[in-house]
């Protein structure tokens, strides 16, 4: 199952970047179709992999392995559940930020425009808000806010005016109504490209992504043993600036590193690659999902 639920994008890249020690200890933050997790087993002999989902589809296509540690929960709560396994310090985080092409592929999961179905986007049933109570609920600022920070919407307040006229005479329930908003104010030549960041932002305001990933990085320093690995594949902009802030300076906000009066900066990562990762050529023609995908390594120091 777990090829047709996800194909993992990077994968031998971002394993390889973990640089795996066949005794240590790893983290996969986002299991999803297990694929990375897996390579990861392949390389381990009396290592553990503790892995994060919180959604019930991913545990479901777990592998039987007593190596590997299934933690059902967000991974912002890293730090409370490796207390609780025991585990002061690992050797390897690896988090691959996408949406599982199952997510997409589910009609009723609500996170693609290209099916009709709920409103929904939650990665766990465990979110109170979902899409449609956004949508419904939010006051214009607050939705200006999602589109353009999150998607990144140059047009979001004409398109916020078209989500309120629309509410105010039938509140939002499925995707093709979303849809049918959206498409008033996307441009003509770029649609489908619109609509795609119309509902990214929404899914990333749903799941609380962008606080999430920053809380999670935060962690990481004092989770990793010296020498051990930090592997993040983020897939838009957003995320990729917080990951590439973080290894440069130890703060997602910062561009820049604070230094001391000697100008020496106390950072905990060095990068190990320089230049972003992106997909070749060859697994963009695989897996079109790859497309927009980045990967970033570094090391604690």
């Not at 962008?210 to 962690?219: D, K, N, P, S, Y």
Request: glycine share 6%; charged share 30%; with cysteine.
């Amino acid at each position: 199952m777990g090829e047709q639920y996800h194909i993992p994008v990077l994968l031998n890249e971002s394993v390889n970047g973990l640089n795996i020690k066949e005794n240590g200890i790893y983290v996969d933050l986002t299991f999803g179709g297990g694929g990375h997790s897996r390579e990861i087993l392949k390389r381990l002999k009396n290592g553990k992999l503790i892995v994060f989902d919180q959604d019930e589809d991913a545990y479901k296509n777990r592998p039987d392995d007593d190596r590997l540690i299934f933690v059902r929960h967000n991974f912002r709560y890293l730090t409370n559940f490796l207390r609780y396994l025991e585990i002061d310090k690992v050797d390897g985080i690896l988090g691959d930020l996408g949406v599982s092409s199952h997510h997409f592929d589910v009609p009723e999961r609500g996170f693609s425009f290209r099916y009709n179905g709920a409103l929904d986007m939650r990665m766990s049933n465990g979110i109170k808000k979902d899409a449609a109570y956004i949508l419904n609920h939010y006051d214009e600022d607050e939705l200006k806010q999602v589109f353009y920070n999150y998607g990144e919407i140059k047009n979001a307040g004409r398109l916020v005016r078209e989500i309120t006229n629309h509410r105010h005479t039938k509140f939002f329930e499925t995707t093709d109504d979303l849809k049918a908003v959206a498409e008033k104010t996307a441009p003509k030549k770029d649609q489908a490209k619109y609509l795609a960041k119309v509902f990214q932002a929404l899914r990333i305001e749903v799941n609380q992504e962008m606080a999430v990933l920053e809380e999670t990085l935060e962690q990481t320093p004092a989770l990793l043993n010296p020498g051990g690995r930090l592997v993040v594949i983020s897939y838009h902009s957003l995320e990729d600036r917080l990951v590439k802030n973080f290894i440069k300076t130890g703060d997602c906000r910062k561009a820049q590193a604070e230094t001391n009066m000697f100008g020496h900066s106390d950072v905990p990562f060095k990068a190990i690659n320089r230049k972003v990762i992106v997909p070749s050529d060859e697994e963009i023609e695989k897996n079109s999902r790859a497309r927009s995908a980045k990967l970033r390594i570094a090391e604690r120091i």
